[in-house]
């Protein structure tokens, strides 16, 4: 992994966890990153479980919104469903 993917991943997990509930886009833009990069960490993070979405209703277009997995295991199964 590059130190530039590396350095954004870490400030991408930091901004997902100090404020919930924002946007691929909200993000890219808060970190003043690249969209694609930002949503493609995303989208694999979601994939691996440690981070789970849910459709926005924030902002004029919607979209998904992004949220840590919880702690509690229990709410863990209930957000995913399983």
Known sequence: ??????TLTSRLRSAV?????????QLAH???ADPASVS???YRW???GSLFRTTGVKGPRGGW???????????RRW???S
């Open 1 to 6: 992994m590059s130190a530039r993917l590396r």
């Open 17 to 25: 966890a100090r404020k919930p509930g924002r946007t691929a886009t």
């Open 30 to 32: 808060a970190l003043k």
């Open 40 to 42: 493609s960490l995303l």
């Open 46 to 48: 979601v994939v691996s």
């Open 65 to 75: 919104t992004y949220f840590p997995v919880p702690e509690n295991e229990e709410l």
């Open 79 to 81: 957000l995913s469903g």
